[in-house]
C-alpha cells in the first residue's frame, strides 16, 4: 500500500525563522515573474498595471498627487527593486539557510505584487471578481491561484511566529 506524502506548506515558520519549500521549477518560475514585475517598475510611470501598486494618495486634490508622486515615487519604486532582489537570493535552489523576517515579508510583499499586477490585467478588483475568476480554466487564472496560495501561507507563517 502506497503511503500519503505529509502536505509541506510552501512556506513555513522553524524556530523564528523561515523555509520556503517551492521546487526548483515554482522558484523559477518566480524568479522570471520578479524579473517581469522589474521591468515593469523600471518601464514608464504612466503604466495602469502600476494602479494597484502605486495607489492615489489624493483623491480629490491632483496637486497634493502630483507633488506626493514627486516625492514618493522614486523612493517607492527603490524599495520594490530592493526586495525583488532580496527575493531573488532567498529563491536561489543553492541557498539553504533559513530566511529572516526581513526577507520573508520582502518575499511576501513581491508575491503580492505580481499578484496584483496580474489581477489587474485579469480585471480581478475584489473578492467577487476573484470569486468569478475561480471559474475561468485559463494559465494566468491558475497563476494567479497559485501566487495567492503562497500568499495564504506566507502571511500565516508570519502569523504563527
Do not use: C
Not at 523559477?28 to 521591468?39: K, S
Amino acid at each position: 500500500m502506497a503511503r500519503r506524502r505529509e502536505f509541506v506548506p510552501p512556506v513555513e515558520a522553524v524556530d523564528g525563522r523561515w523555509r520556503i519549500t517551492l521546487d526548483d521549477e515554482e522558484r523559477n518560475l518566480l524568479i522570471r515573474l520578479m524579473g517581469e514585475l522589474e521591468a515593469l517598475l523600471t518601464g514608464p510611470e504612466d503604466n495602469e498595471l502600476l494602479r494597484r501598486l502605486f495607489p492615489r494618495a489624493y483623491l480629490d486634490d491632483e496637486e497634493k498627487e502630483a507633488e506626493y508622486q514627486r516625492l514618493m515615487r522614486e523612493e517607492l519604486v527603490a524599495s520594490r527593486l530592493a526586495a525583488i532582489e532580496s527575493v531573488r537570493t532567498t529563491l536561489d535552489p543553492a541557498r539553504s539557510e533559513l530566511l529572516s523576517e526581513s526577507d520573508t515579508v520582502a518575499f511576501m510583499q513581491s508575491t503580492n505584487a505580481i499578484r496584483l499586477v496580474l489581477g489587474t490585467m485579469l480585471g480581478i478588483t475584489d473578492d467577487e471578481s476573484a470569486d468569478q475568476a475561480d471559474a475561468s480554466d485559463t494559465p494566468e487564472h491558475h497563476l494567479y491561484d497559485f501566487l495567492s496560495w503562497i500568499l495564504e501561507w506566507t502571511v500565516r507563517s508570519l502569523s504563527t511566529a
